[in-house]
Structures are given as C-alpha cells and as structure tokens.
C-alpha cells in the first residue's frame, strides 16, 4: 500500500474522508462565502480530528480542485492506495463473505465513480481495477462516488488475470457479465458463497483474456431494441441481483 497527498473536493467525499479516515487528512479548507449547515457539519468533524482549517476565497478552491465542483469544500490528505501486492492480505482480511467487483477498463471516470457508488450501496466489500487502460482514483472519481472510495479497498493491479487468479485459490468465484453465447441468464446463475463480478470497458466489454479467466458468463435478459446498457447500469443490476440472491 502506497500513499501521496491528493486535494479532494465535494461536501460528500470530504465528510466521508473526515469520518473515516480522519487520521490521513492535512487541510481543511472551506469558502469563506459558505456558512450553512452541511459545511458546519464538515467544520466540526475537522476540529474534533484537530486538523488545520483554512477559510478562503473561491478562487482558491476553484485553483486546488483544478476547476472540479468542489461545493465550497476542498481537504488535502494522504489517500491510500492498494496494490496487486496487498490483496492476499485483504481478502485474508475479510470479516464477511467475500462480495467482490472487478472492473476490467472501464475508461470514463464518471462511470467508474458511479460503479463505486454502487457498489459501496450494495455491500461490496473489495473494488479491483486494472492499473493501466482504466480510469483511476482521481478526485473526480472520488467526488462522484459520493465518498463510497473511501469506505472499501479498491485494488490496482498490474495483472488482472494474475489477480483473479489470486482470488480463486482462496475460494473466490468469479462472474463475468457478457454477450457471449455460453453466458446464461444472470437470473438463472448462483450468486451466493464467495463471489465476484466481472464488467468490461463501455465500448468491447470484458477482455477475451479477462472473460477466459471467469468460472461462469451471465448476461443480463433485456426486453428492448437496445442491445446493451451503460456499464455502470449493469453494474447496479447484476450486484443487487446477487445481494438479492444473498440475503433477501
């Protein structure tokens, strides 16, 4: 796991940060235009972790979240990240059934950010993605999130393949969704026990080598002329079919 200084931005994502991981924040600094609730709740959160405010001028805010929608609120802190070296010891780590999502090059920072919302939302507890050819943990993915990448391990990883592998000799089954005509309904496909699902790049889906490394292929039944959906949309579907499937 390798840290580095990160301005981030969003009244969510820096509440998230200042809830959870108070301890890797360094500034807070806040819009001296901004006096309302939400930014008084983020206030107090920095003062009870003693952490250094600043109150400024948007100009300010505007320049250190390089013009992102930061609400009036930007932090700087120590994000962390994971490496493909980490994850023997997080999966090891997992104090529930593994609920797993891999995203194999997913280019737009906004569907990642919104994949990790979801998948925050749906109780997955581990996020890999490819460290290369994918978007990465940049503040606008964090923003869009809503703070959900700070609530679980999102992993990048060198190999993909060689990480799923990883996985699988711990137990771990692994979900590819594609239009590939050995995949089967995902309503028709255990999603329980140890598992992770698998969603490839917007525009070609799974990579062949990725979509050869799953245990099983699903697809998910549509009723339109609309022959795919946007990742981030099938993303939602086919976790919470499997929370579905797990607990109700």
């Known amino acids: 796991m390798t840290a580095h200084k990160q301005y981030l931005y969003g009244l969510h994502t820096v509440e998230s940060f200042l809830k959870h991981q108070a ?21 107090d959160l920095a003062k009870s972790a003693r952490i250094s405010i600043e109150s400024v001028a948007s100009a300010k805010l505007n320049q250190l979240s390089q013009e992102g929608v930061h609400q009036g609120v930007v932090l ?24 797993i999502l891999v995203l194999d090059s997913i280019q737009d920072p906004h569907n990642l950010g919104a994949c990790l919302r979801t998948a925050e939302a749906a109780g997955v507890n581990l996020v890999m993605i490819p460290k290369d050819r994918s978007a990465t943990l940049t503040p606008l993915v964090r923003k869009i ?6 609530l679980m391990p999102i992993v990048q990883v060198t190999n993909l393949r060689r990480a799923i592998n990883i996985a ?48 099983s292929l699903a697809y998910i039944p549509m009723q339109g002329d609309i022959e795919s959906l946007n ?16 607990h109700f």
Do not use: M
């Open 168 to 215: 699988q000799q711990q137990g771990i089954w692994f979900v590819g969704l594609t239009a590939s005509p050995k995949a089967k309904s995902i309503y028709q496909i255990k999603l329980t026990g140890p598992l992770a699902l698998v969603l490839g790049s917007e525009g070609k889906g799974l990579r062949v080598l990725t979509e050869q490394q799953c245990d």
């Open 76 to 99: 700087q802190a120590k994000v962390q990240e994971y490496q493909e070296s980490d994850l023997p010891a997080l999966l090891t780590e997992l104090t529930s059934v593994p609920f």
């Open 231 to 246: 990742v981030s949309v099938a993303t939602g579907v086919g976790l919470f079919e499997a929370l579905r499937q797990r």
């Open 23 to 43: 301890d890797n924040a360094l500034i807070l600094f806040v819009s001296k235009d901004r006096h309302d609730e939400k930014i008084n709740r983020i206030i």
């Open 145 to 150: 999130s809503t703070g959900a990448a700070e």
